[in-house]
């Protein structure tokens, strides 16, 4: 499954980069994609006509495939869709819903559809609305994340559909992939480990935070909102943390106070590196993140890993 996966969408090695918004720029996207594996634009809340020239800038980059993350809840979401259609990306993945609705208009562009997904109930009912395959995602990434771990959940959701299970979720090396293909899936997806990438547009404060971390740097917020995030620890989420705590014991919960300490909160962190109010959104594979490289060598050293560890490996 595994080789017609890779086979069916283009790549040469079955990693995909995470479209995570504000890192995922055609830069990143088209590193990824020509050092062989799926390179992906995060089309974030941007309107449809920003998506189009992100499309096309990738483009110019590469002539491999490459695919964009339509985030569903995004008030253009529609205009996305039809754009990602009229350009004719090769796979899009999607969060924060179900592409049913859209799947139609997919498949007639050709596109491979592939859902984020974090529970076995919401794998089965993507599967049963056409997804080509799945992006099963553990509680250690980066970004809004479910309530299961990898280890865990990868294995019940293999089991519990018939297509593709992509792995996310604490994989930054080759002994991360080789576990994940041992689970069932049939290719991993890396985020953390890609934000530190030469061609990755993230501040160098960024970067360095995620180099820098250790186990434990890693802290989840928003759990009393119901949309928790995986965030390096600052002044920021440690004042995020005392608000949750302070909303929990009041009678009427004032969101809003949330809501203006994480507005544009990724921003300052991606593009202005701002260390006390920037959301350093990172995965607990951070503490396994030594240095910046290339995306070529980044995942030429992933294969490299995963093949000096397997006493079978796969032939790719």
């Given at each position: 499954m595994?080789?017609?996966?890779?086979?069916?969408?283009?790549?040469?090695?079955?990693?995909?980069?995470?479209?995570m918004s504000w890192v995922g720029t055609p830069s990143l996207a088209a590193g990824v994609s020509n050092a062989g594996g799926l390179g992906m634009i995060g089309a974030g809340h941007e309107p449809g006509e920003v998506v189009r020239k992100l499309i096309r800038e990738t483009k110019e980059m590469t002539d491999k495939p490459f695919g964009v993350n339509v985030l569903l809840l995004s008030p253009y979401v529609e205009e996305v869709v039809n754009?990602?259609?009229?350009?004719?990306?090769?796979?899009?993945?999607?969060?924060?819903?179900?592409?049913?609705?859209?799947?139609?208009?997919?498949?007639?562009?050709?596109?491979?559809?592939?859902?984020?997904?974090?529970?076995?109930?919401?794998?089965?009912?993507?599967?049963?609305?056409?997804?080509?395959?799945?992006?099963?995602?553990?509680?250690?990434?980066?970004?809004?994340?479910?309530?299961?771990?990898?280890?865990?959940?990868?294995?019940?959701?293999v089991d519990a559909v018939s297509i593709p299970v992509i792995a996310a979720g604490g994989i930054a090396d080759g002994r991360g992939m080789a576990a994940?293909?041992?689970?069932?899936?049939?290719?991993?997806?890396?985020?953390?480990r890609f934000v530190v990438a030469s061609e990755s547009i993230a501040h160098d404060n960024f970067k360095k935070r995620v180099i820098k971390a250790r186990d434990i740097d890693?802290?989840?917020?928003?759990?009393?909102?119901g949309h928790?995030?995986?965030?390096?620890?600052?002044?920021?989420?440690?004042?995020?943390?005392?608000?949750e705590k302070e909303i929990t014991s009041d009678e009427n919960p004032d969101f809003s106070r949330l809501e203006a300490l994480g507005k544009g909160a990724l921003k300052r962190a991606v593009i202005d590196g701002d260390k006390n109010t920037g959301s350093f959104m990172a995965g607990q594979s951070a503490g396994l993140v030594k240095k910046e490289q290339s995306c070529k060598e980044i995942v030429e050293e992933l294969m490299e890993e995963y093949k000096a560890l397997t006493s079978n490996p796969l032939v790719f």
């Open positions: 595994s080789r017609s996966l890779m086979e069916r969408i283009g790549i040469k090695y079955p990693i995909i980069q995470g479209a754009v990602v259609c009229e350009e004719k990306v090769s796979v899009i993945s999607t969060g924060a819903g179900s592409p049913g609705r859209y799947m139609k208009q997919f498949k007639e562009a050709g596109i491979i559809v592939i859902p984020v997904v974090a529970s076995v109930a919401l794998a089965k009912r993507m599967e049963k609305d056409g997804a080509d395959a799945i992006i099963c995602e553990g509680m250690e990434a980066g970004g809004h994340i479910g309530k299961s771990t990898t280890m865990t959940i990868v294995p019940q959701v994940a293909i041992m689970l069932g899936a049939s290719a991993v997806q890396l985020g953390t890693t802290v989840v917020t928003g759990q009393i909102t928790p995030v995986r965030v390096l620890r600052n002044k920021l989420t440690n004042e995020y943390l005392k608000v």
